[in-house]
């Protein structure tokens, strides 16, 4: 699925506005809850060690993680609005919270991990930008059938992963996981969730090895039974939030933390999916107070309460 650039951007144009006739909520601007980011709680990379693990929440599913001394940042989302990019100018949603990180204060990603091709997960701007600072020494992984939208960019590598297969590149190891949500980036595309399976966009969640410790990327998903065969993992990063009313494609948090818990047997709940785009009918605030009050009662410890801040994990 290998078009020019110049044929997505034809295509694209053509259909932006069925699009964003069944994007949830959009909103062309919006107030941002710039508190949502508290003052001073942004990570700073440079301070992290090589000999452990560093994650650190960006806003909605964005993480900065140094995974003993590989950095990878998931599905980047660093501008102020996401959408469709037409002579500069983004037609889409605006942000509620400012990302926790400015992107040219990024270090360089040896990974890039994309989960599928929606907007809010794959931004060509936050993707050019990228690639712009740091030309062909980026690793980019993605879902099945969704590389055509960033291929014109100057990566290292761009690799498709299919679900249940894996990536072997030095002493890092990942996998892609099947999920329950679906694919299209416009509303007319194929999809894996519509039956296209053979030619139809896809969705993955990552599960990401190094020196005996793993650690889950859920993406975006419901509830499912998808992650059993994955148990045993370290660190669980969990969607949880625009599930009102969007229960077949997002889970809650209570339900994040079940299959954290019991499917994964997960040490450690990272949140992502919320408190950035108003996505679903729910507060925006509300998904981090659900999972606040929950998660006592699991078996699993919170390693991040909110946007900015940052888990540590020695080794």
Known sequence: MQISRKKFLIRSLKLTLGSFLFLPLLKLGGTKAKWIVKAGTGPDPSEWKNDEINISWIGHSTILMNLFGTIIVTDPVLFEKIGLDIFGITIGQSRYSEPA????????PDYILLSHAHFDHMDYKTLSNFTDRYPGKINCITAYNTSDV?????WKSLKELDWNEEFFLKDIKINAIEVKHFGWRYPFEKDRSRGYFTNGR???AYLIEKNGKKVLFG???????????FGGVDIAIMPIGAYN?????HCNPEEALKMATIDLKAKIFIP???CTFRQGLEPVDEPLKWLNNSVKNYNIELGLKNIGETFTLKV
Not at 101 to 108: A, S, W
Not at 219 to 229: V, W
């Open 101 to 108: 990180l400015e992107i040219d204060k990024f270090p360089c």
């Open 202 to 204: 896809s969705y993955n």
């Open 245 to 249: 009313p969007w229960r077949t494609n």
């Open 219 to 229: 993406g975006d998903t419901a509830l499912s039974n998808k992650f059993i065969p």
């Open 150 to 154: 960033i291929v014109d960019l100057d």
């Open 272 to 274: 992502i999916h919320c």
